[in-house]
T-cell receptor
Framework: DGGITQSPKYLFRKEGQNVTLSCEQN?????MYWYRQDPGQGLRLIYY???????QKGDIAEGYSVSREKKESFPLTVTSAQKNPTAFYLC??????????????FGSGTRLTVV | GENVEQHPSTLSVQEGDSAVIKCTYS??????FPWYKQELGKRPQLIID?????GEKKDQRIAVTLNKTAKHFSLHITETQPEDSAVYFC??????????????FGTGTRLLVSP
């Protein structure tokens, strides 16, 4: 069953703590993305990666970090520098150049709450 | 950068009525416009998309229209059903020809279809 798997589904973070959200895909997609979803604000881009070992900041990258060591994996770390991390985080992937289908495939999301 | 505005933020219709959601974009280079449906607590799913070389696309009860001159595109749902109730997001991207999509999303429209 091909798709994107995000884990955990729910995550609680204490003040000053770093946490890492997992995103794994078996779709052989080149590009991967992290979005943050807040009520009434839609989806905002945090980081994206077009190929392995390369990634770029999105619109709200401050307080977050990523890595892309494998094509299948694109973990997101929410650092203590992110002052308001409570949100729903969505990972997505899309095929690379030459693909006929350009749509994103989303994971099921991780809901992060600061306690 | 690209900016996408979406209206209305909420839309209530009676079952069987039509629903229209409108989006405008700012970057004239944008050439790919997908629409996503997100049911409560679930991942966004692509329902229809349109590319800049097409003015209209239909898929059963769903249609999307694109006006490149005015830089706006719309989602039309006919004969609405209660299961159409969800949040709908529009998005825009300029990556169609390169094969890499960096989508900018609208803020979403909550559609409620009453029986």
């Amino acid at each position: 069953d091909g798709g994107i798997t995000q884990s955990p589904k729910y995550l609680f973070r204490k003040e000053g703590q770093n946490v890492t959200l997992s995103c794994e895909q078996n779709l052989n997609h080149d590009a991967m993305y992290w979005y943050r979803q807040d009520p009434g604000q839609g989806l905002r881009l945090i980081y994206y990666s077009q190929i392995v070992n390369d990634f770029q900041k999105g619109d709200i990258a401050e307080g977050y970090s990523v890595s892309r060591e494998k094509k299948e994996s694109f973990p997101l770390t929410v650092t203590s520098a992110q002052k308001n991390p409570t949100a729903f985080y969505l990972c997505a992937s899309s095929p690379g150049q030459g693909a006929k289908n350009y749509g994103y495939t989303f994971g099921s999301g991780t809901r992060l709450t600061v306690v | 950068g690209e900016n996408v505005e979406q209206h209305p933020s909420t839309l209530s219709v009676q079952e069987g009525d039509s629903a229209v959601i409108k989006c405008t974009y700012s970057d004239s280079a944008s050439n790919y416009f997908p629409w996503y449906k997100q049911e409560l607590g679930k991942r966004p799913q692509l329902i229809i998309d349109i590319r800049s070389n097409v003015g209209e696309k239909k898929d059963q009860r769903i249609a999307v229209t694109l006006n490149k001159t005015a830089k706006h595109f719309s989602l039309h749902i006919t004969e609405t059903q209660p299961e159409d109730s969800a949040v709908y997001f529009c998005a825009a991207s300029s990556g169609f020809r390169t094969g890499f999509q960096k989508l900018v999303f609208g803020t979403g429209t909550r559609l409620l279809v009453s029986p």
